[in-house]
């Protein structure tokens, strides 16, 4: 049985600590105040041990005084160590201005913790569960569908067939598929994703599903999209060339042109941008990648760009995305940059 999960808020607390006790391992006031966190309770002790385990698994050595405070019961879980109140605001009290500067971007640690311990419990199983055809990070692969239309996936997409003898539909699960559709007047192709429904006869088209929105370009013929019915109305048809963005959030709808030589650039592996914030680029870049990557800097995040990015170097296109906007790339670990 899976171990239970610290809340979101101890994960980051416990990131933090970690965070200090690196910058200083012999801090003695801050070792105290660190095993007083650790002892106030078992939600702190779990989070404790998973940020410990993420941090190996991104490649980091134990804290030079783990030793001291590793010591686990049969349960796993650290062991309480009876201190007062006083050596941990002693210890709080201690933070050096660049402790202070890394909790901006705690948050995004704590991310990074879960990431990784996805790594180290195995990943849930829910996605390939339901899904017919799955692609990991930096895989592409063109699935041929049962009425013979293809389907390209990009990295980290999933979808699920709902092929039937008189209806052809699909749902995207996750991620940003591209499908060639064969005609067929009798049978539309319908692709669910979120809270849109895209039906075609026969054309060329891409989907993508991310974290803000659903975005659906038409490189040839027509698509009709529509709400799902506990969504506000959607009815829009678009033709070759235009292209329809739905805000997951605010359920608005933004309509666009853009040349269809250059719709799902991701195939030929490059990624274009118009318009855009560095945070959604990033978000785009990320299953290309196979490490992790962290935006810490809310101000560098909401930067818009435009440009044209080697998504067969990933490294390379996040410098090529943040240093003109006077941001820098930190390796620091092969499995995690960070964007500041």
Known sequence: MREQQPSDRRLEEAMDWLLRLQDAPDDAALRSAVEAWVGAGPDHRRAWNQARRAWQAMGHLPPATAGDWDKSGASGEVVQLPLSRSAMAAGAKRG????????????????????CLALVFGPPLSLHLKADHVTSVAETRTVTLPDGSLAHLAPESAIELRFTDGRRSLVLLEGTAFFNVKADPQRPFVVGADALQIEVIGTAFGVALSSGAVEVEVESGTVDTRSAA??????????????????????????????????????????LVIDASIAEVVERLRPYHAGWILLVDEDLAAKRVNGLYDLRDPDSALRALVLPAGGQVEEITPLLRVLR
């Open 96 to 115: 050096t201005a660049k402790a202070r500067r890394g909790r901006r971007g705690l948050f995004a640690a704590a991310l990074a913790a879960a990431a």
């Open 230 to 271: 506990d969504q506000p109305s959607i009815d829009q048809r678009l033709s070759r060339g235009q292209t329809l963005r739905f805000d997951r959030e605010t359920a608005a709808v933004l309509l666009g042109r853009r040349s269809p030589d250059d719709m799902a650039s991701w195939r030929d592996g490059k990624l």
